[in-house]
């Protein structure tokens, strides 16, 4: 424990200037600053009270063995030390993960997009069905998840679906799902009963809001077409243009955006989507140092990767990263997923742990 003391103090030091910035009144003017600087408080708020949490209960081992052989105090001291022992041993441990590295998108919103791959028209439904499991896990987590931009198939599924879920700490617990998600079921279509095998990815990119988005993208690299909206909605759809598109012309990606009534709205929810996308791009393209951020038991985030299967005959579900198989397929594709993301981020701790302990 003692090494990461000095480390522990600088974070407690930080804590403590971030708060008499805070308090000043030049900064509290400044919206923007102010909002970074709380931001960063948060981040690290859990890590200083556990500290100071340790640093008392630390306080009283010291007292309590001071009356040890007390003949009044005696029996007190050891009915103390039998539960600040095992509570110290604790908060080591919870100091140590959360000063491992933090992943600077953990805090975020994430943009997911779900595309049917292998397998024609029974991907698409298992994306469909994917983006069900997602939609009830955000609401088990009290998050909102939006639909913001979709290719549906005529069996009902989606060839591509893109949804913005925003809450607490979403990319957290959400960024270890981007990979192919494989499904072995008996299509609806299938009139012999045999099973089939398919698949579909899973893209997970954080969300940058405008304060941290500084520099990713050039205004100037990006082209903006303006056109009247298709589709439902009245004759409001017909005489306004209201309608977005943005190219980032460096990479040729492109984002449309039409489902909001406003231009200015449609613009702010491109501006995100294509903000999410052009990072996800470059992380993609320098797979190397992006793997070297993410080298965990977890895998590298590639969509690309195989990460899990679904067997729908034997209602079992398997994560290949971490080695993990759940008989209650039900319970997971119903939103239950839980059990499935804490071991992803134990297994990310544990790999994290081991590697500090190495150095």
Known sequence: MDPIFAQIQSVVDRYDELNQMLADPDVMGDSQNYMKLSKEAGQIRETVETYHHYQ?????IADAESMLGDPEMDDLAKEDLATLKPEKEALEEKLKILMLPKDENDDKNIIMEIRGAAGGDESSLFAADLLGMYRRYAESQGWQLQIIDE????????????AMITGDKVFSK????????????VP????????H?????????????????DGLIDPKDVREDVYRASGAGGQHVNKTSSAIRLTHEPTGITVAMQDERSQQQNRAKAWKVLNARVYDHFAQENQAEYAEQRKTAVGSGDRSERIRTYNYPQNRVTDHRIGLTLNKLDRIIAGDLGEIIDALVLAEQTAKLAALNEQ
């Not at 095998?197 to 988005?213: K, L, W």
């Open 56 to 60: 008392q209960v630390v306080s009283g």
């Open 151 to 162: 290719t549906t198939t005529e069996v009902g599924g989606y060839k591509e679906v893109a």
């Open 174 to 185: 959400l960024k270890f799902e981007s990979g192919a998600h494989r499904v072995q079921r």
């Open 188 to 195: 609806k279509t299938e009139t012999q009963g045999r099973v």
């Open 197 to 213: 095998t398919s698949t579909a990815t899973v893209g997970i990119m954080p969300e940058f809001e405008e304060v941290d988005a």
